[in-house]
């Protein structure tokens, strides 16, 4: 091999392995803190409905940016904006280990999500403008795709790892080595950026971005506060009156007064794309809610260690990456909707099964089977639905299309936790005060019971978010062509993750 070819080879290594261990870090963390969850509650002293913020705040905060952060890089560049991404994602990983309070490891989580949507957008856009067409860029967008679906996958196992033999606070202090080390390769081995044109105040649409947010968290807020109470009490309905004002103020700054909207409405016009909308918010209300409370329930009722509640999870991950892996060849043999349609189906009918499971459930019995079930239709939705939204638009259109749909999967995740571990909270309290009521003891038993009820209720309500999954895509998803099908199909391989 020539010294040229050595060094474009050496290139090509370590911008892809820089960019992916930063996708991966962001990416872990959505999923990393599920196994630790019941350690945070018990050393910071969460009650169950509000120990959901440890998980909430961040899938909010980093689906609200999440298209601020790539309309920055545009404007800011690539490598600048990835630099600022990775320093903010560590600092707050720092806050959020030493965390002494339930405010300060929430804000720091929050924190987490800025930088996380600010790295996210960054880490494609890199390699899109590094690599030319062909080989090379298909090669980087697959070990992309790859770590993406790993970073995932390997949050349970990791939390569960690092939680038994250090601490829950080492799921964060983590990323300080690991953001040093990027931020360090990053600034001797990315390529800098192309001076960018002059930016006007109006370039950026920060309102939009605050005030989407912001409205999306005082509804989730109104919604977890029902638990405490209820829906008529005049702090509920002021939230949720908040909440939608702002999403109002949101519309009119998008379609009267941003100069660049960060969601310019016209998009919509495509009925793939709204489809693709519709449906992965209602599939992430199921895939978020589920680890989350799978996670509790090996902890809380089954009594696994962290280690044994992550490996509990390896066949979820293994079934998803298989479903996941063979989406893009199944759409091209039955077409989107019917593969759509199975995968949803496949999911709820997985999800109710784990409703069955009590306090006296087996592994083998009660979540091996439900996990496959789940995970390959979980796998098989997917995919195909990030693409579809992908691929129902203009090709100048991809990158704002992809950006909306995986800011669906943040926000049906935070909405469909916060009304699933409200309903939770509620059935277990509703068990423990029947028992009270009729003098039954107290203990142990009673209690894992009364969680067992809770989880249940939130599986329940989970499948059917999928099955409502499915009768949406059956109804709003158009019917594809061949050609169509292959356009989905090659768009699949191109952005895995629809990213």
């Known amino acids: 091999m020539s010294d040229s070819a050595s060094t474009t080879q050496r290139h090509w290594a370590v911008t892809v392995v820089v960019v992916c261990l930063a996708q991966f870090m962001v990416i872990l963390d959505a999923t990393i803190t599920n196994v630790a969850l019941p350690s945070i509650q ?61 405010a300060m490891l929430v804000g720091a989580r929050a924190l987490q999500g800025v930088g996380g949507a600010i790295v996210a957008p960054a880490t494609l856009a890199i390699l899109a403008t590094t690599f030319t067409e062909g080989r090379e860029r298909t ?69 939009g971005a605050l ?17 405490a109470i209820g829906w008529g009490a005049p702090a509920t309905l002021g939230a949720l009156g908040v909440g939608v004002a702002l999403l109002l103020v949101f519309l009119l700054i998008e379609t009267r007064v941003a100069r660049a909207p960060l969601v310019p409405l016209g998009i919509f016009r495509s009925r793939q794309l709204r489809a693709a909308n519709v449906g992965m918010l209602l599939l992430s209300a ?55 349609t199975a995968g949803f ?25 439900p996990s496959i079930v789940v995970a390959l239709g979980m796998g098989t939705a997917m995919v195909p639905l990030t693409s579809a939204g992908v ?24 909405l469909g936790l916060a009304i699933l571990a409200t309903l939770a909270a509620g059935r277990t309290n509703d068990v423990l005060a029947a028992a009270a009521r009729a003098g039954s003891g107290g203990g142990s038993l009673l209690a894992r019971t009364a969680l067992a009820d809770g989880y249940s209720r939130a599986f329940e309500i989970s499948a059917a978010f999928g099955l409502l999954g499915a009768i949406a895509v059956l109804l709003l998803m158009p019917r594809t062509t061949v050609a169509q099908a292959e356009r989905v199909e090659s768009v699949a391989v191109a952005h895995p993750l629809g990213d």
């Open 42 to 102: 018990a050393d910071l002293h969460f009650s169950p409905a509000d120990l959901q913020w440890v998980v909430n705040v961040y899938l909010l905060v980093f689906g609200g940016f999440l298209l601020l952060g790539g309309r920055a890089g545009d404007l800011f560049g690539r490598r600048r904006m990835f630099l600022l991404g990775i320093l903010t994602f560590s600092a707050a990983s720092l806050i959020g280990g030493v965390a002494q309070s339930q």
């Open 211 to 227: 005030t989407a947010t912001l409205g999306l968290v005082a509804i989730v807020f109104g919604i977890v506060r029902t638990e």
């Open 139 to 207: 090669r980087a967008f697959a070990a992309w795709g790859a770590v993406s679906g790993a970073g995932g996958s390997a949050g349970a196992i990791a939390g569960g790892v690092l939680t038994d033999l250090l601490d829950w606070r080492w799921i964060l202090f983590v990323n300080v080595p690991i953001g040093a080390a990027l931020i360090w390769r990053a600034r001797r081995d990315l390529p800098r950026d192309v001076a960018a044109a002059q930016v006007r105040g109006r370039d950026l649409d920060v309102a």
């Open 391 to 414: 691929a129902g638009v203009a090709a100048h259109e991809t990158g704002l299309a992809s950006g909306l749909v995986n800011v669906q999967r943040q926000v049906g995740g935070a």
């Open 345 to 369: 189906t496949l999911s709820a009918i997985g999800i109710w099964w784990f409703s069955r499971m009590g306090v006296h459930a087996t592994y083998v019995r009660d979540v091996l089977a």
């Open 286 to 340: 199921s895939l978020f809610a589920l680890w989350y409370f799978l996670s509790l329930f090996f902890r809380e009722v089954l009594g696994y260690s962290a280690i044994e509640a992550g490996l509990a999870f390896l066949p979820l991950t293994g079934g998803f990456a298989l479903g996941s892996t063979q989406a893009a060849k199944v759409v091209a043999r039955l077409g989107l909707r019917p593969t759509l």
